[in-house]
């Protein structure tokens, strides 16, 4: 019987052989790929060992840490609550982060290439390196005014964005989205909360964790009447220039007619072009866009930034949060042809133009900057866990849309917009505000969208601001002199007057 | 028992090995809490030093009941057993921190629970070598253990799942807080049976009547036995959705009929036999479920436990999923004793406790770990092979060859090369029944060493003890051809 006994004893090595050769693969050739497996919750736990970097604008505060007893040692916290959360975004345990706790995550995290050396140095003091901070360049007092009176509008509408650039850096001082979010919930330890706490948001029907100022595009209605005085303005027309109005348009081609909003507003058949921008005569743009062409229109709308896919607000080294394009649409017959109707509809901002709160900012900011329109950032400042500055943003030009003999004439038009028309209510002492309303029409039955678009200069002559302001669907009426109120407020809250 | 002049019994060998396996413990609790409190407490050394007394103990009463027993069996075990115990105490630490409370007390706890178990595993060691001083005399209650096996086997299958049922395998007997494996304890009286029946029926039964391509294969009639137990065992698969224990079981009565009978038709039925079963029952279970569900289930996590499907399911691959991710983290090196994060594994205490373990002392540690398992069921073989008698060799190699086993079925499902099932890693696992029946096993394997390794001029063994058959037979010439 020893015979199998020593067979049996040969079994059992070759058993045993494959143990150790399956725990070479698991803990060898495996062993980095489980290390580091989304299953794995000892990354996370080592995530959250050492403090995440702080997100502050201003010296507030709007995303922090708080020491935990949890096994995940630090709770991220957001203070600024729903009014920063389009901005701060949030850092959930599980799933990916949103907003600057994405874009710039690497540094938050202090993973990042420039923490590289303090790193190295509290590997030899024995520290934890904890991860860089963010410093941002909102105005938190332009910032919660523009949400106060978002989510107070005078014309009951129920959503709504705005944006505050400061023109000559590009600088975004204000960047608010209505309804928001709390994010403090999403970034609950307890993850199964947490994903309850999505669901809910996801699941209204207002969409709230929509980031109404960079992702939605509305039509930009008068609004659109810049770009197309910026075109004729480069096509030889002066502010003074006679351009045929009338009560009453119908482009060649056919299409119902085009009327002006009110029938106080340039009446007669010839107004000059500022006048036509002031009162907002839409028979006047409408054959103005006619005048100019299609492929003219379309070019001067991607001059001031429409159609580019590709641009982040964050830093300015390429990260940050996505913007949405803005379009002119085909404005083309099936054939090929100009559709001339629709040509006289979007040179008013209707038919397929489609534009984001950012880029009607981004329109102001580069009248009131001489033309030149410089690339948004809300990244002020990076700083070393010991707060040693470690990136400013130095400010670029994005592009220039028009020169600045252009652009005075646009500010002077558009000072007389706030001055003498439609824009009234942007007033505010102290500063020469200029801009232009817009109210677009959308789907059938539906309410108005408002808008502004604006800028104000101080005292001393410096453009202080730019702003764009949304309302969507306002019910009572005066959305665009809605907008222009609050867009005058925030300006004058981001010139370090008022707030409130 | 006179030690006869001019031979090693190994006693001292035993006692120098068991000594470094007690230093290397404390060491273990030393890292232990210099991981987990950053500082070494004063008080370190005690269960090290708790579990020395009874290994001493034990070792003690070797030397007077089995002075010839191998020496290197006590020491592997009570390396693995306080390891066992270290770990766990580890657990609690790491708990009672969490908590802010206190370091719980030595017989606190599951650390101290397990130190408590092996305090009566080695009562029960112990007495088992002062009772039986000739294995021979088990074969007389051979037929009462087969019986007792039986019915242990059967116990969980027949309970309802609420007094049976943990982690889906009915393995169970639960009384309150109490809970035994009926399993554990049936393995050593299952042996003991089919050990004392081979030796009897092993003439028939190794009778070859058809030759098939050079092999010789058993007439059909004496396939009785072997589809019985066969039978069984897919009973147990089904019933108590374990495949671990079936392929235990089944095992078990392949290798001891082979190893009686020298015939490789019996481990080729065997294995035919119950691969056979197994992939049918995994037929089954993709087709019709019903008791066949669970095994299909293991199965299909087997075959991918990273898919998010099989992952987040209830009841899922996830355990699998973190006890893998628990060794890969670990790496080769592990990240030392104390070091890792073993609380993200389920039932890192029992059946993962390997896993645990394994996150802390890496792949050379848990190499280590698993050569300390081969020893145990090398010198078990070993033993088998000095042992005059076929019933002594059949128990023996029956006994290290189940050992070897259960340790294969339990870290390959751990690790993923064979499906999971509920096993407890032999003297590692928290769990009193475990425990005990290692050690009985242990014990057992040292009474038939110690036969084994007896010199002649010793006298048999059968002397001191009580059995009926005259020694003079085994003694003077043989009365069994061994081959060699």
Known sequence: MNAPLRKAGVVILVLFGLLFANLNWVQGYKADAYRTSDYNGRVRVAEYEVPRGVIEAAGVPLARNKLTDDTLKYLRQYPGGQVYAPIVGYKPVNIAEVGIERSENEFLSGASDKLFADRVSAMFTGDKAGGGNVVLSIKPKAQETAWKQLTNNEGNAKKGSAVAIDPRTGAIQALASFPSYDPNPLANHDTKAAAAAYEKLNADKD?????????????????????????????????????????????????????????????????????????????????????????????????????????????????????????????????????????????????????????????????????????????????????????????????????????????????????????????????????????????????????????????????????????????????????????????????????? | MPRVPGTKTGRNAELGLLALAMILVAAYGATVEANQFDKITPTFWVPAALLSVLFVALHLVVRFTALYADPVLIPTVALINGLGVGFLRRLDLAKSIAAKQPEPGVFAGVGGRQLAWTLVALVLAAVLLLVVRDHKTVSRYAYTLGLVGIVLVMIPAVLPGSLSEVNGAKLWIKMGAFSIQPGEFAKLALVSFFAYYLVRKREVLSLASRRVLGIDFPRGRDLGPVITVWLLSLLVLVFEKDLGTALLYFGLFVVTLYVATERVSWLIIGLVMFFGGVYLAYLLGASIGGPFANFYDRATVWLDPFASANYNRLGGSYQLVQGLLGLGTGGLFGTGPGAGSPGFVPEVRNDFIFAGMGEEIGLFGLSALLVCYLLIVERGLRAALGVRDSFGKLVAGGLAFTLGLQVFVILGGITGLIPLTGQTTPFLSSGGSSLMANWLLIAMLLRISDASRRPATAGPAAQSGGSKQPPVQLHGAMTEVIKP
């Open chain 1, 207 to 500: 969409k709230p964790l929509l980031n109404r100022a960079l992702s939605e595009t509305y039509p930009p209605g008068s609004t659109f009447k810049v770009i197309i005085s910026a075109a004729a303005l480069q096509n030889g027309y002066k502010q003074s220039t006679d351009i045929p109005a009338g009560s009453s348009y119908t482009a060649p081609g056919s299409g119902s007619p085009i009327r002006n909003s009110g029938d106080q507003s340039c009446p007669g058949e010839q107004v000059t072009l500022k006048e036509a921008l002031t009162d907002s005569c839409n028979t006047g743009y409408a054959r103005l866009g006619v005048e100019l062409g299609g492929e003219k229109v379309k070019k001067a709308a991607q001059d001031w930034g429409f159609e580019q896919t590709d641009l982040t607000v964050g830093d300015l080294e390429g990260s940050g949060l996505p913007v949405a394009a803005s379009h002119t649409g085909e404005i083309k017959n099936p054939d090929g042809s100009i559709d001339q109707a629709g040509l006289a509809q979007s040179s008013i901002g209707q038919k397929d133009v489609r534009m984001t709160t950012m880029q009607g900012a981004l329109i102001a900011a580069a009248v009131a900057n001489g033309g030149k329109q410089m690339r948004p950032y809300l990244v002020q400042q990076l700083l070393s866990p010991d707060r040693r500055p470690i990136y400013n943003a130095s400010p670029q030009t994005l592009r220039t849309p028009v020169n600045s003999q252009v652009a005075g004439d646009l500010r002077e038009m558009m000072v007389s917009v706030v001055e003498n028309g439609t824009g009234k209510r942007a007033k505010i002492s102290g500063f020469e505000v200029g801009g232009k309303t817009g109210t677009a029409q959308n789907a059938t039955g539906a309410d108005n969208h408002g808008w502004f678009i604006g800028f104000a200069y101080n005292d001393k002559g410096e453009a202080v601001s730019a702003v764009c302001v949304m309302l969507e669907n306002v019910p009572d009426g005066g959305a665009s002199a809605e907008a222009a109120r609050i867009s005058g407020l925030i300006m004058k809250a981001a010139a370090g007057q008022g707030g409130d």
